[in-house]
């Protein structure tokens, strides 16, 4: 047992320092997703054929946590003499277990917000859906979302809430468009009939991977009715306005955007403010004065949101992240993890098995002394 926990503790600083090393390449997000939330680690030989080379995070940390699992009833850390190893493990076995769930259920998104506008959702910069809004209701608008794992796959999509079918011609993962047909790449594509893509020539670009550079997703995509084609759509995240399509007099929008994640309140961002040292450029405090307005739980409150100071509401809590537009937009990072218990529970649990093996192990001493 021993053995197996110092060969899962060398592997976790290998794939640690490995890691460290390939965010240079991959950036964080990347490196997260390769070696610490994956089962394997994989060398791409060739475009398309990956094997497997060494065990990555999760996997390192499954086979420890049922190794520490093990060791409580081997070595039977459940009797009174024990009862501070016994905290010990556990502490360890909870911050593995947190650290797994929040891995796989934890979402971290932006709300990007200027000074007077009101938002109620957040979005996930690295994820893409394409939304279609129906408008034929006065009174609100039905929204049906297909996520960006689906439009991979290029085939056809159809929704019980939608007259239509969405069939998939091409999906790049990043692409660059230009209105100048002297810049037009020479490859196989979709030929456009409907919206603004009609005037954009199309070039796929290689995928970013750092975490300042953004993707731009691009679909083509045609819509069938009843074996009747509607024409041949561009979509793109490039394209930030939503194009509408006309179909038996009902208005229904098309765009490419970031996941969205929206809330049963709103914030309305009020003022914002960047400091910095008098007579220099340097930063001093950046803040965010929101205004929360929440009509379910009857709450309405001004909350300011500044460097380790942010907005906890509702399993969600919202770090002041960045600004922009001459300082009259801020961007709050939202982080929603339903395990945040976990390292505290962890701390608390390693910290009283210390304590206890310290004193049962001073109380013995003095008694031996005594005598």
């Known amino acids: 047992m021993l053995k197996t926990t110092l060969f899962c503790l060398i592997c976790f600083l290998i794939i640690i320092f490995w890691g460290t090393l390939s965010q240079v390449h991959l950036g964080i997000y990347l490196t997260q997703k390769k070696f610490f939330q994956s089962f394997f680690i994989f060398w791409e030989i060739i475009p398309g054929f990956n ?3 060494f ?11 049922i190794n520490l699992f093990t060791v409580i009833f081997i070595n039977k850390l459940y009797t009174l003499k024990k ?32 000074e007077g506008e009101t938002k109620n959702y957040s979005e996930d910069i690295r994820k893409i859906e394409l939304a279609i809004i129906d408008r ?35 999906y790049l993962p990043n692409a660059k468009l230009t209105t100048n047909s002297s810049n037009k790449t020479q490859v196989n594509l979709p030929h456009v009939t409907k919206g603004i893509g009609t005037e954009i020539y199309v070039n796929p670009n290689s995928v970013f ?23 041949t759509w561009l979509l793109s ?9 006309v179909f ?30 008098p007579g220099t450029d340097i930063p001093k405090n950046f803040s965010s004065l929101v205004h929360l307005n929440d009509q379910e739980k009857q709450e ?20 002041q992240a960045s600004f922009g537009k001459n300082d009259t937009l801020s961007i709050l990072q939202v982080v929603q993890n339903p395990a945040w218990l976990f390292p505290y529970l962890a701390c608390f649990l390693v910290a009283a098995g210390l304590i206890f093996q310290f004193l049962s192990y001073l109380i013995r001493f003095s008694k031996k002394n005594s005598r």
Do not use: C, W
Not at 157 to 162: F, G, W
Not at 209 to 231: A, P
Not at 256 to 275: G, I, Q
């Open 55 to 65: 065990p990555g995070g999760t996997l390192i940390g499954i086979i420890l946590f």
């Open 300 to 319: 309405m409150r001004d909350v300011l949101i500044y460097m380790n100071h942010p907005l906890r509401y509702r399993g969600k809590t919202y770090y």
């Open 83 to 114: 009862l501070g190893l016994l905290a010990i493990h556990l502490g360890v076995m909870t911050f593995l277990l947190g650290g797994g769930l929040t891995s796989f259920f934890g979402i971290e998104s932006q709300l990007s917000i200027e």
């Open 237 to 245: 995240r490039a394209i930030e306005k939503p194009q509408t399509l």
């Open 248 to 277: 038996h007099d009902n208005e229904f929008d098309l765009i490419l955007r970031p996941v969205r994640y929206y809330t049963p309140y709103s914030l309305t961002l009020k003022d914002f403010n960047h400091d910095i040292y």
């Open 51 to 53: 094997i497997p080379i």
């Open 209 to 231: 991977t750092q975490d300042n550079l953004v993707n731009l997703v691009t679909v083509f995509v045609e819509i069938v009715s009843q074996g009747t084609s509607l024409g």
């Open 136 to 170: 034929a209701n006065p009174d609100y608008d039905q929204v049906i979302s297909i996520p960006q794992s689906i439009l991979k796959k290029q085939n056809v999509i159809s929704h019980p809430q939608i007259p239509f079918e969405l069939i998939i011609k091409s």
